[in-house]
């Protein structure tokens, strides 16, 4: 027994002695470190609680050099998802062609001029929403339409990307309609308020839903306070991703510019489940072919399970 006690001791003398082999680096040959002293918690993993999460939005008005505009703006930006707007039914397809990792979802909302395929006959074309999430192929996607329409021909509503498990990622594009006659006004505020019914059952459950796109009116309006959250006087679960110090806390109802003239009607609105009041975020507006401008805005959001039920 005295024997085997003291074979440890002679081990440990054998490596302290011996050279290391050829072309070992000097630095390889180190006695083993104690691990530190914990304080009972888990080591943190950077991005652990919180991930910058950047959407791209952008109303195209039909225009090809716009759309490549904003994925562009995806790329630079790392955005997981790309919302868009005034989409042709052969631009989505070309956009699946180019990119089949992609996940695209797709909502015609209406047949349109100005549409057609470089080269077609015929008139009229499919133009609408389009949501992408650019990490895979393998995400679901879909398409609930407003219950309220201009008119039989219309179908507006939000074209919607889900990806991940508990909590799940939802990223929607959306058109609000354009009118300032009163009758449309109060049809755009009950599509709002179908976005907030459509939203609600997914950030009880827990899950960050981001909603962006052209919403056609201004950030202080009745049809907004859908979306908007109670400190901003809304009834909605949203906060607007809107320029601000890092971590700013304070929340507003911002008109900055996102069309040629100074107009505010493009948004992208981060559930307050999982976009804390408190997050760094930020908005960056860039102008394109179209006369919106496209929106690069990102939220440091919180994905642990169980902490975002609301």
């Not at 899950?207 to 908007?228: E, H, I, K, Q, T």
């Amino acid at each position: 027994m005295a024997v085997l006690r003291g074979l440890p001791l002679l081990a440990l003398l054998l490596l302290l002695v011996l050279p290391a082999p050829l072309g070992t680096p000097a630095a390889a040959v180190v006695a083993p470190v104690a691990a530190p002293a914990t304080t009972g918690e888990p080591a943190a993993r950077p991005g652990a609680a919180r991930e910058r999460f950047a959407v791209v939005d952008h109303n195209v008005q039909k225009r090809w050099p716009a759309l490549r505009t904003a994925l562009r703006l995806a790329r630079q930006s790392n955005a997981r998802a790309v919302t868009l707007q005034e989409v042709c039914a052969w631009q989505v397809a070309r956009l699946r062609r180019a990119h089949p990792g992609w996940t695209v979802a797709w909502l015609p909302v209406r047949r349109t001029d100005g549409c057609r395929a470089p080269g077609a006959a015929g008139g009229r074309a499919a133009t609408g929403n389009v949501a992408v999430w650019t990490e895979a192929p393998d995400g679901t996607t879909t398409t609930p339409v407003f219950d309220d329409q201009l008119g039989s021909t219309w179908h507006q509503g939000l074209a919607c990307v889900t990806w991940g498990d508990r909590p799940f990622r939802r990223v929607c594009s959306t058109h609000l309609l354009s009118s300032s006659i009163p009758r449309r006004v109060r049809l755009r505020a009950r599509q709002a308020a179908d976005v907030h019914r459509t939203a609600a059952p997914w950030t009880r459950r827990g899950d960050l839903v981001v909603v962006a796109g052209d919403l056609n009116d201004a950030p202080r309006s009745r049809p907004l306070g859908w979306l908007y959250g109670p400190s901003t006087g809304g009834r909605g679960r949203f906060r607007e991703v809107a320029p601000g110090p890092a971590g700013d806390d304070t929340e507003c109802r911002c008109a900055v510019a996102t069309r040629d003239g100074g107009a505010r009607l493009d948004y992208v609105f981060f559930s307050d489940n999982r976009a804390r009041r408190s997050a760094r975020h930020g908005l960056r507006v860039v102008r394109t072919a179209s006369d919106h401008h496209a929106l690069v805005g990102w939220f440091e959001v919180d994905l642990r399970r169980g902490s975002g039920r609301s």
